[in-house]
Nanobody
């Protein structure tokens, strides 16, 4: 079974930065997509950024230019570098995985089969 474990969340003031990590295990290499989602209380889950097995990326308009998604093949790790954080970025952040490579990777949660437990990001004014 594919397993995902997020880390790197925390509390930061507006304008600060955080780097989230997601270690993925339990799969054999194939075509895949890995993406970050977030959900704030009372809101629907929102796609943030994703990357495919061949390094195609996609970003939500709300984070474009501030966030960068990447992966380290040797460490089986997905990253999300978040700069210029705003209070509106406050949410639980989840990493997600699916088999099948798309170009660009989808940012809709119903396309993903495997999910981590989440890491909390809180941004204060």
């Amino acid at each position: 079974q594919v397993q995902l474990v997020e880390s790197g969340g925390g509390s930061v003031q507006a304008g600060g930065s955080l780097r989230l990590s997601c270690v993925v295990s339990g799969y054999t290499y194939s075509r895949f997509c890995m993406s970050w989602f977030r959900q704030a209380p009372g809101k629907e889950r929102e796609g943030v950024a994703g990357v495919t097995d061949n390094s195609r990326t996609s970003y939500a308009d709300s984070v474009k230019g501030r966030f960068t998604v990447s992966r380290d093949n040797a460490k089986n790790t997905l990253y999300l570098q978040m700069n210029s954080l705003k209070p509106g970025d406050t949410a639980m952040y989840y990493c997600a995985f699916r088999f099948g490579g798309w170009k660009p990777p989808p940012l809709t949660d119903d396309e993903y089969s495997y999910w981590g437990q989440g890491t909390q990001v809180s941004v204060s004014s």
